[in-house]
């Protein structure tokens, strides 16, 4: 330990360290000076503000045993300090802490201090540097370098891809975001279809991504391997269910995640994360080797972090839709406006769903492009009311969902989370007739969606708002859940191609704009929305 540290800051110390041995909350909060400018940083990010600190705490669960092994103290002025502390690791390893500690009463800012109480040694700024992990086991089942080799060259040569755990990927098992299923899952000796074709384009798999269980939820929130990190917020929740994807895409750990896109698995964590996401036309990509959720509407989709890249997954895995397309409009987004055959519109209904500073945030985008943007009202083009396409959509993916999974759930009890496995047994106690009916509507209700989108391409926000925080709890969550299928059930079940692009910042998070069009339009979304984005 150093000597010759100001009288009180090395007690301090090690009453933090104590506190965080013991995941005392209070004690920590209490730790930091209580002021919206102190800071706190690692790895996942940067937290700026007490009260975004303490919420991240919160949900992080406590730090593994460690212990100090050197601590190094540098006065800066009287009642602030630099600490720098090296941390050995009882599990293995080392660890580095860098502070800069206020005393109380010396930064003009009440940090709960009173008449009579003497001046407390707080943190005002914090970088921590944690033992280096082997992967990040919140992000990948598995790892490698990679994976599983390209097995030809092409267009993705030298792209990795992180690979949701819904997919067949040679010699691996089939995982479905739980630990019992795993288990007993076989090793599987071929790719998916949707796998193979991108590494017959020349990319290689750098690992398996973690997914929500079965794809059957749409915050991130993993109660068996801990959350994936929100890349681009530390503080929010990543989106799900193909939110190990998402986030190994953000953080650089792979160029192209795979995921899947049900009722919005895909465009969710494109929005919350601040990337390009696409769900595909249905039917398009073929599933096989896809562990399902809901057939009539499971989709192939990938996450990037440019629209070139996506457009390149595209075309590898639909090769009759690059072969048809032209080669100046594969090219990019130079071509004009006018090149697009179908009408741009916004529709209010899903306009009216979002918070207020994402309308005011979208008003905006909207208004900053070159070529009008029309509004128009869904019932005006034939398309039934947003809550009766989330009803449907909700009804025939619950009986599609338990028709795929419930035998096994049966068989092995209490192996699903409490989130998940609450809405197993919701999709298990749907009125049987309304789910006949919902069922046996479905085509014409498609057909319906896709007859009124033919010629048009709709845009709107991708999400009601900026991802949820981490802290948020789980009646907070359904609310948020409800709000986001309403907007994401067009495409769902339109069985229609939808591209989320990262356009908006609300609140210092990003929120995703959504373009949805006819069958088949898939690339001309992605091609008409890095146009809209261009500066």
């Given amino acids: 330990m150093t000597t010759g540290a100001p009288e009180g800051l090395l007690d ?28 706190r940083g690692d790895d996942r990010g940067l937290l700026v ?25 540098r006065p800066l002025a009287d009642g602030l300090a630099l600490v720098v502390s090296v941390s050995e690791f009882a599990a293995g390893g080392q660890g580095l802490q860098t502070q800069l500690w206020r005393r109380d009463g010396d930064t003009g800012t009440h940090t709960g201090s009173g008449t009579g109480t003497p001046p407390r040694w707080r943190i ?39 690979v949701k755990d819904l997919y067949a990927v040679p010699g691996q098992p089939i995982g479905a975001g739980n630990p019992t299923y795993l288990r007993e899952s076989p090793v599987q000796a071929a790719p998916a279809a949707a796998v193979a074709a991108l590494l017959d384009a020349g990319a290689s798999i750098r690992g398996i991504a973690r997914t929500d269980e079965f794809a059957y939820n749409l915050t991130g929130r993993n109660e068996h391997h801990g959350t994936p990190p929100n890349g681009a917020v530390p503080t929010r929740l990543p989106g799900g269910s193909s939110s190990g994807s998402a986030s190994a895409v953000r953080l650089g750990m792979a160029e192209i995640g795979i995921g899947t896109d049900t009722a919005g698995s895909v465009r969710v964590p494109a929005s919350y994360q601040g990337l390009w996401g696409l769900r595909t036309t249905h039917g398009a990509v073929s599933r096989q080797g896809l562990l399902p959720l809901a057939p009539s509407f499971d989709t192939v989709g990938w996450l990037t972090r440019s629209a070139d890249v996506l457009l390149a997954a595209l075309d590898a895995s639909m090769p009759s839709v690059s072969a048809t397309a032209s080669a100046s409009a594969s090219a990019s987004a130079s071509a004009s406006a006018s090149d697009e055959p179908t009408e741009l519109l916004v529709p209010a209904e899903l306009v009216d769903l979002v918070e207020p500073a994402v309308a005011q945030t979208f008003a905006a985008f909207v208004a900053a492009q070159d070529a ?20 449907l959509l909700r009804l025939v993916q619950a009986a599609e969902a338990v028709t795929a999974h419930g035998a096994w759930i049966d068989a092995h009890p209490g192996a699903l989370s ?9 999709a ?42 981490i802290a948020a709890d789980t009646t907070a969550l359904e609310r948020t859940r409800t709000a986001t299928t309403a907007m994401t059930s067009l495409a769902s079940v339109g069985g229609l191609p939808a591209v989320s692009a990262p356009a908006l910042t609300v609140d210092g998070a990003p929120v995703g704009v959504c373009l949805v069009g006819g069958p088949g339009t898939d690339r001309a979304l992605v091609i008409r929305a890095g146009r809209m984005l261009q500066p």
């Avoid at 005002?124 to 919140?138: I, L, M, N, S, Y």
């Avoid at 409490?418 to 919701?426: E, I, K, S, Y």
């Avoid at 298990?428 to 309304?434: D, K, Q, S, V, Y």
Wanted: net charge negative.
């Fill in 418 to 426: 409490a989130v998940v496995g609450d809405r197993f047994a919701a």
């Fill in 428 to 469: 298990r106690a749907n009125e049987p007739a309304a789910t006949a009916d919902a069922v046996a509507r479905l085509d014409d209700v498609r057909a319906t969606i896709r007859t009124a989108l033919a010629d048009r391409t709709l845009l709107f926000p991708t999400v009601p708002g900026p991802a949820p925080l």
């Fill in 124 to 162: 005002e700024a914090a970088h921590v540097t944690g033992r280096p992990k082997a992967f990040d086991t919140t992000v990948w089942r598995a790892v490698g370098d990679p994976l599983v080799a390209p097995t030809a060259s092409g267009p993705l040569d030298g792209r990795t891809v992180a």
């Fill in 49 to 73: 503000g007490h009260d975004a600190i303490s919420a991240f705490r919160g949900a992080r669960g406590g730090v593994q045993a460690r212990s100090l092994t050197r601590v190094e103290v």
């Fill in 12 to 39: 301090a110390l090690d009453a933090y360290e104590a506190a965080l041995a013991a995941n005392d909350l209070d004690a920590l909060d209490a730790a930091f000076v209580d002021a919206p400018g102190t800071m």
């Fill in 372 to 391: 009008p943007i029309g509004p128009v009202r869904l019932a005006d083009l034939g398309v039934p009311p947003l809550d009766d396409l989330r009803e």
